[in-house]
């Protein structure tokens, strides 16, 4: 039978204001090659495994909308046997009447499909949990559909007048309610209120795993829920393993995975598919890999599980000197971080010298006494925090060459700070190894992109002028940074440009009306050498976002607004 493949090239992105979430024009990553079907899959290094019998694993997927009968995810979907179909009744009494397969929270109805006529809308949501099937597939083969279900969490009404999603933190309180071991959350966006951190609160204190993407705005942050403590940070990597051109970065980020031409389920049919990309893939991947581990050890914490998969993971900073210490721990090695979770022995031999952030285990007997670690690339410093049940056991810690501590053991066991982008530590048998030992440890990198500018400014006045802030000197690589113009109601905004000296077609001056980068709203966007035209807006708003990648800066530009009659 053929299949439908759609050639869908789409960003689940978040935007800067509100708790929405919108598919954001973002432009596309020009280093982009057709690769196989597979690709993203392939690179995890998946083994098959044999599932542990009666083992259930329940993962949650918060998004737009679902089409349960397509091939790849109907036999995952999961069934509430506590309620009886169509009796309109609430059986279980956890307040929703016959959530059969799961709630639509916007709607307040069980039907978590996609709204007819609205499949290249509303296609997210069976995009994410097709990848998060496949990728558990490719581990259980067979033992697959008896072990993994898929909670749908619908939280985009039929009748949205856009793709904002506003009811994503009711959608992980469901799943949180309804005893999920994993929320993949594959958006991201706004300021978190008190009411919406404290859903988090209570899934995580439940030792639930949320999963979720850092946000495509090409910025050294990320955004919420991903952002908030205990929540697992999802970067996203091309087809060569470098940064995604579009994904936010940072020292928040855990891990980074597949998230360009990635393959997975379209709801147009039950047999069509799509290419993506985006951060979205990225964590519906990650969401996956814990899947995987979570069926290999049904026992395991959350913690065990974020270790197992971040002190196995391959460092891809050398492929990305630019953002070192910037993409977490690396791209994750299934077959890896399976034997690190179940095998007592395999986490001492486990630390990588280039990560630039993990664990080192060490226990008497079995393990060597010294370790160096020197990832790829400059940094301030190293925070190495240790637990030792010896507290008074002698440790060296370098930094670099020099002698940086030599004492108790104890005296670490509090956040310290190591000067330096490399360390090693030494144990001292002479004085007596500890029976055991933990050293938890991460890079603190240096942050050259907001030099000149960052995040969003809001000029105060109707009039003034705009720059991207670099003088005389070069613009900064991989910066991202937003000017937010609003001027009185009855007003629109005339732009010019005094000069513009930008990377042709590479970094450029994106000029939006209005407070978000939705295509429609695009006014223009600018970059080379030549001066552009007079721009005028439809409103009086106007939101000016700058970009740049990675080479070859310039010198910048300059630009003067003024208000003026919008008649």
Same mark, same amino acid.
């Given at each position: 039978?053929?299949?439908?493949?759609?050639?869908?090239?789409?960003?689940?992105?978040?935007?800067?204001?509100?708790?929405?979430?919108?598919?954001?024009?973002?432009?596309?990553?020009?280093?982009?090659?057709?690769?196989?079907? =597979?690709?993203?899959?392939?690179?995890?290094?998946?083994? *098959?495994?044999?599932?542990?019998?009666?083992?259930?694993?329940?993962?949650?997927?918060?998004?737009?909308?679902?089409?349960?009968?397509?091939?790849?995810?109907?036999?995952?979907?999961?069934?509430?046997?506590?309620?009886?179909?169509?009796?309109?009744?609430? $059986?279980?009494?956890?307040?929703?009447?016959?959530?059969?397969?799961?709630?639509?929270?916007?709607?307040?109805?069980?039907?978590?499909?996609?709204? &007819?006529?609205?499949?290249?809308?509303?296609?997210?949501?069976?995009?994410?949990?097709?990848?998060?099937?496949?990728?558990? !597939?490719?581990?259980?083969?067979?033992?697959?559909?008896?072990?993994? +279900?898929?909670?749908?969490?619908?939280?985009?009404? $039929?009748?949205?007048?856009?793709?904002?999603?506003?009811?994503?933190?009711?959608?992980?309180?469901?799943?949180?309610?309804?005893?999920?071991?994993?929320?993949?959350?594959?958006?991201?966006?706004?300021?978190?209120?008190? /009411?919406?951190? %404290?859903?988090?609160?209570?899934?995580?204190?439940?030792?639930?795993?949320?999963?979720?993407? %850092?946000?495509?705005?090409?910025?050294?942050?990320?955004?919420?829920?991903?952002?908030?403590?205990?929540?697992?940070?999802?970067?996203?990597? $091309?087809?060569?393993?470098?940064?995604?051109?579009?994904?936010?970065?940072?020292?928040?980020?855990?891990?980074?995975? #597949?998230?360009?031409?990635?393959?997975?389920?379209?709801?147009?049919?039950?047999?069509?598919?799509?290419?993506?990309?985006?951060?979205?893939?990225?964590?519906?991947?990650?969401?996956?890999?814990?899947?995987?581990?979570?069926?290999?050890?049904?026992?395991?914490?959350?913690? /065990?599980?974020?270790?197992?998969?971040? =002190?196995?993971?391959?460092?891809?900073?050398?492929? =990305?000197?630019?953002?070192?210490?910037?993409?977490?721990?690396?791209?994750?090695?299934?077959?890896?971080?399976?034997?690190?979770?179940?095998?007592? !022995?395999?986490?001492?031999?486990?630390?990588?010298?280039?990560?630039?952030?993990? *664990?080192?285990?060490?226990?008497?007997?079995?393990?060597?006494?010294?370790?160096?670690?020197?990832?790829?690339?400059?940094?301030?410093? @190293?925070?190495?925090?240790?637990?030792? #049940?010896?507290? +008074? &056991?002698?440790? &060296? @810690?370098?930094?670099?060459?020099?002698?940086?501590?030599?004492?108790?053991?104890?005296?670490?066991?509090?956040?310290?700070?190591?000067?330096?982008?490399?360390? &090693?530590?030494?144990? *001292?048998?002479?004085?007596?190894?500890?029976?055991?030992?933990?050293?938890?440890?991460?890079?603190?990198?240096?942050?050259?992109?907001?030099?000149?500018?960052?995040?969003? +400014?809001?000029?105060?006045?109707?009039?003034?002028?705009?720059?991207?802030?670099?003088?005389?000197?070069?613009?900064?690589?991989?910066?991202?940074?937003?000017? *937010?113009? =609003?001027?009185?109601?009855?007003?629109?905004?005339?732009? /010019?440009? %005094?000069?513009?000296?930008?990377?042709?077609?590479?970094?450029?001056?994106?000029?939006?009306?209005?407070? %978000?980068?939705?295509?429609?709203?695009?006014?223009?966007?600018?970059?080379?050498?030549?001066?552009?035209?007079?721009?005028?807006?439809?409103?009086?708003?106007?939101?000016?976002?700058?970009?740049?990648?990675?080479?070859?800066?310039?010198?910048?530009?300059?630009?003067?607004?003024?208000?003026?009659?919008?008649?």
């Amino acid at each position: 039978m053929k299949f439908i493949l759609l050639t869908v090239i789409l960003f689940w992105s978040s935007l800067s204001t509100g708790f929405a979430i919108a598919s954001s024009y973002v432009p596309s990553d020009s280093s982009r090659q057709k690769v196989s079907d =597979n690709w993203a899959y392939a690179i995890l290094n998946i083994v *098959q495994q044999k599932a542990k019998a009666g083992t259930i694993v329940k993962v949650a997927i918060v998004d737009d909308g679902f089409r349960l009968t397509h091939k790849t995810i109907r036999d995952f979907i999961y069934t509430n046997g506590k309620e009886t179909p169509e009796n309109f009744q609430d $059986d279980d009494h956890n307040g929703y009447t016959d959530d059969i397969h799961g709630w639509d929270i916007s709607d307040n109805d069980n039907d978590v499909s996609v709204p &007819k006529g609205k499949e290249n809308v509303y296609y997210h949501g069976t995009y994410i949990a097709g990848i998060i099937a496949t990728i558990f !597939e490719k581990c259980y083969g067979e033992d697959a559909i008896k072990v993994l +279900q898929i909670i749908p969490v619908k939280v985009l009404s $039929d009748y949205a007048r856009n793709t904002y999603i506003s009811d994503g933190y009711k959608g992980i309180r469901y799943a949180s309610d309804l005893g999920a071991d994993i929320i993949c959350c594959a958006w991201s966006g706004g300021q978190l209120k008190d /009411e919406e951190k %404290s859903i988090l609160d209570a899934a995580l204190r439940k030792g639930i795993i949320i999963i979720g993407s %850092s946000g495509n705005f090409y910025a050294e942050k990320a955004d919420p829920p991903s952002s908030y403590p205990g929540v697992f940070c999802v970067a996203s990597l $091309d087809t060569l393993l470098k940064k995604s051109r579009y994904s936010n970065y940072g020292m928040r980020i855990d891990i980074a995975a #597949p998230g360009d031409s990635v393959y997975g389920p379209h709801p147009l049919a039950d047999n069509a598919f799509v290419h993506e990309n985006g951060t979205s893939p990225a964590a519906a991947i990650v969401a996956g890999c814990a899947a995987i581990l979570k069926a290999a050890d049904p026992g395991a914490t959350s913690s /065990e599980i974020f270790e197992a998969i971040r =002190n196995t993971s391959t460092p891809v900073d050398s492929l =990305n000197m630019t953002y070192c210490g910037k993409l977490g721990s690396g791209l994750p090695d299934m077959a890896k971080a399976i034997q690190f979770l179940v095998d007592p !022995e395999y986490k001492f031999s486990a630390c990588s010298p280039a990560r630039p952030e993990g *664990q080192i285990y060490f226990r008497k007997k079995k393990s060597r006494h010294s370790w160096e670690i020197h990832p790829e690339g400059a940094y301030k410093g @190293i925070h190495l925090t240790s637990v030792c #049940p010896d507290p +008074q &056991k002698i440790i &060296k @810690i370098y930094s670099g060459d020099s002698l940086w501590y030599n004492g108790p053991i104890g005296k670490t066991s509090n956040l310290i700070f190591i000067p330096g982008s490399r360390f &090693k530590i030494e144990l *001292q048998p002479e004085t007596g190894l500890p029976k055991n030992l933990e050293l938890s440890y991460y890079m603190e990198t240096i942050d050259s992109t907001s030099l000149y500018c960052h995040d969003v +400014q809001f000029p105060d006045r109707e009039e003034g002028v705009i720059m991207d802030g670099s003088g005389h000197e070069n613009y900064a690589n991989n910066c991202s940074c937003k000017w *937010q113009i =609003n001027v009185p109601v009855g007003k629109r905004i005339r732009i /010019e440009f %005094s000069n513009i000296d930008t990377e042709p077609n590479v970094d450029f001056v994106w000029i939006f009306d209005g407070t %978000s980068t939705l295509p429609e709203n695009l006014l223009a966007k600018f970059s080379g050498t030549n001066k552009p035209p007079v721009i005028t807006s439809f409103t009086n708003k106007v939101l000016v976002w700058f970009l740049t990648d990675a080479y070859h800066p310039g010198k910048g530009w300059e630009m003067h607004y003024f208000s003026e009659p919008a008649n």
